[in-house]
């Protein structure tokens, strides 16, 4: 099974910016808009963040935003809060299957 | 709300089956396709199984595929993975999830765990 590509961790101060990349290639994302996002703490089930690359399911805070360029896909954490330190999962669709990325720690200093 | 609670799983010997069961509610079920997502320990999810809303089409990993049977019952509003020839790669905690949204994972339940060991 592929995996996408993502950093072991990033870390940032409340309140700052955060973005974690998520590297495939032209069989997922660069072909699908079947981008989507998750956050996981530990212990508990993985949750949806954003879908469709960049949107945002209700109930989602606008600090968290997404984006795409080629075969990289990008997520972007604004105004860094103390309970944004979780995992964090890209995934794509791939024809007739989906690959996720490997997990990214957020960390808040 | 949507809530999904999965069920069935527990400690196996390699080569014995399993059967998960997970209950959905808060959603019209027979609307959407479901997925089963395993997730090993410290590892990354991984989706073994998809079942459009009427059951008419499923599609599962490599991983699984010949071994792991999707299935669901719209008039009780739940979903099935039977599992069958189990090895201890197939350790994980299993989610069953509900794509809303193609292509997406919107909703998780909180997992079963199936562990494979002699």
């Known amino acids: 099974q592929s995996t996408l590509t993502q950093p072991r961790s990033v870390s940032g101060s409340p309140g700052q910016s955060v973005t974690i990349s998520c590297i495939g290639t032209s069989s997922d994302i660069g072909t699908y808009n079947y981008v989507s996002w998750y956050q996981q703490y530990p212990g508990k089930a993985p949750q949806l963040l954003i879908y469709d690359v960049y949107q945002r399911p209700s109930g989602v805070p606008d600090r968290f935003s997404g984006s795409k360029s080629g075969n990289t896909a990008s997520l972007t954490i604004s105004g860094l809060q103390a309970d944004d330190e979780a995992d964090y999962y890209c995934c794509s669709y791939a024809t007739r299957s989906f690959v996720f990325g490997t997990a990214t720690k957020v960390t808040v200093l | 709300q949507v809530q999904l609670v999965e069920s069935g799983g527990g400690v196996v010997q390699p080569g014995r089956s399993l059967r998960l069961s997970c209950a959905a509610s808060?959603?019209?079920?027979?609307?959407?396709?479901m997925y089963w997502v395993r997730q090993a320990p410290g590892k990354g999810p991984e989706c073994v199984a998809v079942?459009?809303?009427?059951?008419?089409?499923?599609y599962y990993a490599d991983s699984v595929e010949g071994r792991f049977t999707i299935s669901r019952d719209n008039s009780k509003n739940t979903l099935f993975l039977q599992m069958i020839s189990l090895r201890p790669d197939d350790t994980a905690m299993y989610y069953c999830?509900?794509?809303?949204?193609?292509?997406?994972?919107?909703?998780w339940g909180q997992g079963t765990l199936v562990t494979v060991s002699s």
């Open positions: 079942i459009s809303n009427d059951g008419g089409n499923q």
């Open positions: 999830s509900v794509e809303i949204h193609g292509g997406t994972f919107d909703y």
């Open positions: 808060g959603f019209t079920f027979s609307r959407y396709g």
